[in-house]
């Protein structure tokens, strides 16, 4: 029996977390906790169940070819050399016709790493043979993405805080985050039971009582899904009134934030955003609005840790603005303890070298300046035999539009889309709108996957490949938020029958005559040797023995350096300063919320709930860990109070609708989420028949359509209907 170094490497808010395998004879018997990762650095449960999913008997051992109707799940088991050929033919013959443009890579992260990230490999592979269309933004933060990237710049947008700080903080307030379930880093949670513990003050804003909420005994503060922003407003409106504020201190530190205060007291629209107005909208009593904000300037450092929840919401853009203005007008940001209202910190981290989307003998440089390097040559070479400009095709799609580009081409400035590829991702299964997925996935004449299970996507496929797991790759790990790096040898050989995601695409770009491209003539053991020449880590050896080089944490929020020194330490913006206005925000943004409440009053007879679609602790999006076929019908977890509305009972298949499709779903009264609001977890795999999902992927309800300013995904506060199946229906 030996305990080798592994690391849980998913997308979920960690990332990258340490555990020991304890392997005999070939096999995993069992994880443990890696005692050098220290007291704070924690996988969840799922780190600890991840090699259930290595020993699936359900895992794909071969390539399949598809035999039936798409999403029959009817194949035949094809060799590799078939399979591959296959491959290069459709493409070379789809790009021929059609170019470079009517590919559409659909890659996700599933597979993360130095080495092993699906998303990038699949990226440097549609590089190397010329490009193809990518998407773009992501389906986590975007909405924060595009409000931070204006707040802060580009390069500053992830500076929230360090889990280490929570030492410091008086005030801990979990707005619409559940970091034991939804993770925001693997040692946040550590941090917060050890805040808990020392008496710090924590409050959860969140539609329900969640895990997090719960195991921290913090005080709870319902609020209605999707108006975090009112919440805001109101906070707001009360520092300004209450002069619980510091104009000297913004104004060092900011520009624009005039504007958002006139906003807020009413000098705009004529309409005060008071803790009275707020509550009728948001459903947080007005006296408990009025004491919280007190806390922010009372009880510093105030540390706000934001959920990705807030966000993900119709006119999402909005929230992180108010968490920002909050953190800053109450003169929180800069303080140890406080946090800047950011998403959580991206620190430097540990210097170690990861494979790039660009290979370096196609880099931009590389074209432009004299003496292509001989695999450029020969790319171009290649293509200009195909017919196919010698330039790199680099056209991308929003990634929440990704189907609709598919079917309405034109409306992104593409020609057709012919092809699908997909590596690491669920697209029909997690992008919104599972109906339009659907279509999507039948209008193209190829589409291929590579995949672990025979997941709704890979029904849908013409191939699919049989991948190798984490287990069965050695790689580094590189956590999301957190100060160190792990490593994981080649645990186990790959599964008789499957292949890496690097091997698959080496193979394909030498069969496109460009293996080199894409290689740059390595192995997958001399990358990641490449990659530890390129780090900080000085003793490598050890660090392939222990699994994890950490480094002392720095103690530091996320703009210490600007609040420190704002001449010569400016944030990336066009002012250098933290700007809540400015021409790349829209003008009007501050009035999208009078539009939503409007569009919300036509519709209020529609409106009977408001589903929210949270992660929970047992998968990570559609990853089913140890349950990788989940064929019974997902749960909705209701309010008792609107359970007895409905007339409904425990375990009853309810009807949940809206005008985008329908799902059925066995009922569960569950006395943690208010009343009116319902939840049912995201990634249940889709069965849909008749455009009905008997499974109850949220998805069915799910819209392509989007926040307003950034085109990102609403998964929160959907407006569905609750019915219950008249007897006579059931079982026809
Ligand atoms: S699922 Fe995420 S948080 Fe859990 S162990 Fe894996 S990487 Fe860590």
């Not at 669920?426 to 995949?451: D, R």
């Amino acid at each position: 029996m030996a305990l080798l170094p592994f690391f849980c490497g998913k997308d979920c808010g960690g990332d990258a977390c340490p555990l020991l395998a304890e392997v005999e004879d070939g096999h995993i018997r069992g994880m443990h906790l890696n005692p050098l990762a220290g007291r704070y650095i924690k996988p969840c449960g799922k780190g600890f169940r991840a090699h259930k999913n290595h020993a699936s008997p359900r895992r794909l051992k071969t390539p399949l070819l598809r035999t039936g109707r798409r999403g029959s799940g009817q194949f035949r088991e094809i060799g590799w050399d078939e399979a591959l050929s296959y491959i290069v033919q459709r493409l070379i013959d789809i790009r021929a016709k059609d170019g470079p443009g009517s590919v559409l890579c659909i890659a996700s992260s599933g597979s993360t790493g130095a080495l092993h990230n699906s998303e990038t490999l699949a990226r440097r592979f549609f590089n190397s043979i010329g490009g193809c269309v990518n998407v773009k933004g992501n389906y986590s933060c975007n909405a924060a993405t595009y409000a931070l990237s204006r707040l802060l710049g580009a390069s500053r947008m992830n500076s929230g805080f360090d889990a280490e700080t929570i030492r410091y903080s008086n005030l801990i307030v979990l707005w619409g985050s559940n970091p034991f379930e939804a993770r925001l880093g693997a040692e946040l949670p550590a941090y917060l039971i050890e805040a808990k513990k020392r008496g710090a003050r924590i409050i959860a804003i969140d539609p329900r009582r969640s895990i997090s909420a719960r195991i921290l005994n913090a005080e709870w503060i319902g609020i209605i899904p999707g108006t975090d922003a009112v919440l805001g407003y109101a906070l707001l409106f009360e520092m300004l009134q209450d002069a619980r504020f510091d104009a000297e201190f913004i104004s060092k530190y900011s520009i624009g934030f005039e504007s958002l205060a006139d906003y807020v007291l009413g000098k705009i629209d004529g309409i005060q955003k008071t803790p009275l107005w707020a509550s009728s909208i948001c459903g947080v009593d007005a006296n408990v609005i009025i004491r919280l904000a007190s806390f922010f300037w009372d009880e510093k450092p105030a540390m706000i840790i934001p959920g990705y929840s807030i966000q993900r919401v119709a006119y999402g853009e909005e929230a992180f603005r108010l968490t920002m203005a909050i953190q800053l007008a109450t003169r929180n940001s800069g303080l140890l303890g406080a946090s800047t209202g950011s998403i959580n910190n991206c620190l430097p981290g540990i210097k170690v070298g990861t494979l790039k989307e660009l290979p370096s003998s196609l880099t931009k440089g590389a074209f432009i300046k004299e003496g292509f390097t001989k695999e450029a040559h020969l790319w171009e070479d290649n293509h200009k035999s195909q017919g196919i400009e010698a330039e790199l095709f680099t056209k991308t799609v929003p990634i929440l539009r990704w189907a609709d580009a598919v079917l309405s081409p034109s409306s992104y400035g593409l020609g057709s889309i012919k092809a699908l590829y997909s590596a690491g991702g669920n697209f029909l299964n997690q992008g919104a709108n599972v109906t339009k997925n659907i279509k999507a996935f039948e209008s193209v004449e190829f589409a291929v996957c590579h995949e672990l299970f025979l997941t709704p996507s890979a029904r849908y496929c013409d191939i699919v490949l049989p991948v190798s797991d984490g287990f069965e790759k050695e790689d580094i790990g590189i956590p999301w938020a957190g100060n160190y790096v792990l490593y994981k040898p080649e645990i186990c050989r790959a599964l008789a029958g499957t292949h890496s995601d690097y091997w698959i695409f080496s193979q394909l770009s030498e069969r496109f005559g460009l293996g080199s491209v894409f290689t740059e003539g390595r192995t997958e053991s001399q990358w990641i040797e490449q990659f530890l020449a390129e780090s900080e880590i000085a003793d490598i050896e050890a660090f392939r023995i222990e699994g994890i080089f950490l480094k002392k944490g720095l103690l530091r929020g996320g703009l210490d350096d600007f609040i420190a020194d704002p001449v010569h330490c400016p944030i990336g913006t066009n002012s250098g300063k933290i700007e809540f206005a400015s021409p790349l925000w829209n003008q009007n943004m501050t009035l999208h919320w009078q539009g939503l409440m409007k569009k919300g009053s036509t519709e209020e007879s529609f409106r009977e709930f408001r589903l929210l679609t949270p992660k929970v602790s047992n998968f990570i999006h559609s990853q089913r860990i140890g349950q990788e076929d989940r064929s019974e019908c997902a749960q909705i977890h209701i309010n008792p109070k609107d359970m007895s509305a409905i007339g409904a009972q425990d375990g009853e298949i309810l009807k949940v609708w809206n005008k985008n499709g329908t799902l059925m779903a066995s009922a569960l009264a569950d006395d943690w989420v208010q009343p009116g609001t319902v939840w049912i977890e995201e990634g249940i795999w889709t069965m849909p028949i008749d455009e009905v999902d008997l499974c109850g992927n949220p998805n069915m309800l799910t819209s392509d359509e989007g926040t307003l300013e950034s085109i990102s995904n609403i998964m929160h506060g959907i407006p569905i209907c609750i019915g219950r199946i008249p007897e006579a229906t059931i079982g026809h």
